[in-house]
């Protein structure tokens, strides 16, 4: 088991605490930080949180949500948070069009 558990956080980009939370929810262990897929969807699901009020609380509805057995916490997760970026780009896009509309007078 690692010892010291903020160096592993810090190269994913994590605080402790929100890298214990997602480690506790995802029921994680070490191994994770050798498998480079699950440590990218890590560092990608930290990035995501890094821009939520409370990460924790999202950790915990979304991972609550998961109700497939055979869909890990970890893909249920990094799932939704590729979904919300997706969202958030095709709002932004949607606006940018919606702007170049009215220079034709919609």
């Avoid at 050798?34 to 440590?39: G, S, T």
């Avoid at 990094?78 to 170049?100: G, N, Q």
């Amino acid at each position: 088991m690692i010892e010291n558990f903020s160096d592993p956080f810090e190269e994913m980009g994590a605080d402790i605490e929100t890298g214990v939370k997602l480690f506790q929810s995802l029921k994680l262990g070490p191994a994770e930080f050798k498998d480079a897929q699950k440590f990218g969807r890590l560092k990608s699901i930290v990035e995501f949180l890094k821009e939520h009020p409370d990460p924790t609380f999202l950790i915990d509805t979304v991972t609550r949500s998961n109700q497939n057995p055979e869909r890990s916490n970890l893909d249920h997760l990094w799932t939704y948070t590729e979904l919300k970026k997706k969202e958030v780009e095709a709002k932004a896009t949607i606006e940018k069009l919606k702007k170049e509309l009215s220079y034709y007078g919609e």
